[in-house]
């Protein structure tokens, strides 16, 4: 399991976009493909909420109402070298965060 970034920075930023793309690709595919198939849905999305995958934007998983349990950076945007507006990660500020309502959920494990 990465416990960091995957991605590495090259000459531009990765968009959040892609960031979020590349996730939902290596969930469904590498993970809820993998380990259930589509035959049996029940599997397959066990499968995804258990799942600890390999992001671009860190360690990720699911928490108990479905919403990601991540590391959040702080951003901050700036000028670049070539003079365009770029966002700056200036570091971690959480880690392994959860949304505020993930401790009063009621929906089931299973």
Known sequence: MASGPIWVASS????TAIARAFSA??????????????????????????SE????????????????????YALNAENGADGKMALKTDGK???????SYAADCKMPKD
Do not use: C, E, M
């Open 93 to 99: 500020v959480l880690t392994a965060y959860s949304d």
């Open 25 to 50: 690709n290596a969930l469904v595919i590498g993970t809820g493909l993998q380990k259930a198939g589509v035959d049996d849905l029940p599997a397959f999305r066990k499968a995804l909420l258990t």
């Open 12 to 15: 531009s930023p990765l968009p």
């Open 53 to 72: 995958i390999p992001s671009v934007r860190g360690a990720f998983k699911f928490g108990p109402n479905q919403h990601p349990v991540q590391d959040w």
